[in-house]
């Protein structure tokens, strides 16, 4: 059979290095199917990924409402009116346990994760501060346990970075934070779950100053929260747990929340909420007539796959407040159960507060151990341990487990006897 003209260079080279280039004729779909599934082997296990803050399993139902609306973009909202009707109750389901004043007043939608739904609230309080028209240049103040997200995207949006580092794991420097405020800061970033350690910053606290500081200076700083981690911890746990942290505060104007980490759904799915419609200025909303009917569209992405959303609902009708509630009460029972057996030797110390299902811990300073062997030895046992350097001033090098609800007690025991079992190498090893 003729092959259709092509140049000389792609003929030459495909059949040799298949994997760099679009295959001339392709090949069947069983032998794709077979190719890929053996490509991928050579992947880390994700069970054993400790670090990630991801889901990586689901129940057996919504492997078939994933697959029915995988093809459903989320964009088309007069083609698809009930998905954007699910959509929109499920905003409200949010803002009611996030305790919005009125819920019919909330501004918000799904996004692809938490880093898309930061970047709509810079963006939103650098419009609201732009509105104002006070003379200067805006800032953002947020200390050194925010994510690398509020710094990448502060910085594309041209804000100023106001970075208060910490100094010590555990402590919240609200003088400095309240120093570092003036007329132009667009927003105060507080944190409900900080990546590096799980912590939360004192939010209820720093409202209450912020609004005698607003009130003496007649200014107008917001603050929103970073609830990617707890925002779907939190609301299931005693509200003497974290205190008040959410729309509660009246100076609380956005929260985002990670559907994909605690919210128990996939990779790719994020949660944006403004406390009043107010909040995301009406210039940022764009309508689109490209498809039937005229949507509205503020989302950094235009077409996205509606199926996290739909398995995000399923979660919300399957366990209903008690079933999360019960879920994540199992993660952190069994995240203490996972400090227990660590500490259990006189190894390691933890850096964690245990209200967040995530152990943060280090070796103990008397104890010398080259972490990047010790990860390595773990990694041949299949584990993947991340460890790095605590941000701001703290000279601390952790290592961090989530307690994802994949894991029960018999996988964390196997997972403690091989940390020592490593770590016991290592040192009889050195000692030698
Ligand atoms: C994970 C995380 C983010 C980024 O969220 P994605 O959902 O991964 O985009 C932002 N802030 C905090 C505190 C996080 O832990």
Redesign the pocket.
């Known amino acids: 059979m003729q092959q259709p003209a092509m140049s000389d260079s792609n003929n030459h080279t495909f059949s040799k290095t298949i994997d760099d280039n679009l295959l001339q004729k392709g090949m069947s779909a069983y032998d794709a199917l077979k190719k890929i599934q053996k490509d991928l082997e050579e992947d880390g296990l994700k069970s054993h990924d400790l670090g990630s803050?991801?889901t990586i399993q689901m129940l057996p139902e919504t492997e078939v409402l994933i697959h029915q609306s995988m093809g459903v973009n989320m964009v088309n909202q007069n083609e698809y009116p009930k998905t954007t009707e699910i959509h929109n109750n499920m905003i409200k389901t949010i803002a009611h346990f996030l305790h919005a004043p009125d819920r019919d007043d909330v501004f918000g939608s799904s996004t692809?994760?938490?880093?898309?739904?930061?970047f709509l609230a810079i963006l939103a309080a650098k419009w609201a501060w732009k509105k104002k028209r006070i003379h200067g240049k805006p800032n953002i103040v947020f200390c050194s346990n925010?994510?690398l997200?509020?710094y990448k995207f502060s910085k594309y949006l041209d804000i100023e970075i106001r970075e208060i580092a910490l100094e010590a794991p555990n402590t919240y420097p609200m003088d400095r934070v309240i120093e570092n405020i003036d007329q132009n800061s667009i927003s105060i970033v507080a944190?409900l779950?900080?990546?590096q350690l799980g912590t939360s910053d004192p939010i209820g606290a720093l409202n209450k100053r912020l609004e005698a500081v607003n009130q003496k200076n007649n200014w107008d700083v917001g603050i929103h929260v970073?609830a990617?981690?707890g925002g779907f911890v939190a609301p299931f746990l005693e509200a003497s747990v974290f205190g008040s942290w959410d729309f509660e505060c009246p100076l609380v104007r956005s929260i985002?929340l990670?559907g994909?980490?605690f919210g128990l759904v996939y990779p790719g799915l994020?949660w944006i909420l403004f406390r009043h419609k107010r909040y995301f200025h009406r210039e940022l909303r764009v309508k689109s007539n490209y498809l039937c009917g005229i949507s509205e569209s503020f989302t950094i992405n235009f077409s996205r796959s509606s199926s996290l959303v739909i398995a995000q609902y399923f979660n919300f009708l399957h366990y209903g407040f008690e079933g999360y509630q019960k879920a994540i009460k199992q993660c952190i029972e069994n995240a203490r159960l996972l400090s227990k057996l660590l500490t259990n030797h006189d190894v390691f110390e933890m850096l964690s507060d245990g209200k967040i299902p995530v152990v943060v811990f280090r070796f103990k300073d008397t104890i010398r151990v080259d972490i990047s062997a010790f990860t390595a030895r773990l990694r041949e046992k299949k584990w993947m341990l991340p460890y790095y350097k605590l941000s701001g001033q703290m000279d601390i090098t952790v290592m961090r487990i989530v307690v994802r609800h994949d894991m029960k007690p018999p996988f964390l025991i196997q997972l403690v006897n091989d940390l020592f079992e490593c770590y016991e190498a290592l040192t009889t090893k050195h000692k030698s």
């Open positions: 803050y991801t692809a994760g938490s880093s898309e739904s930061i925010a994510h997200c509020w944190v779950g900080c990546t970073d990617a981690i985002n990670s994909h980490k994020g």
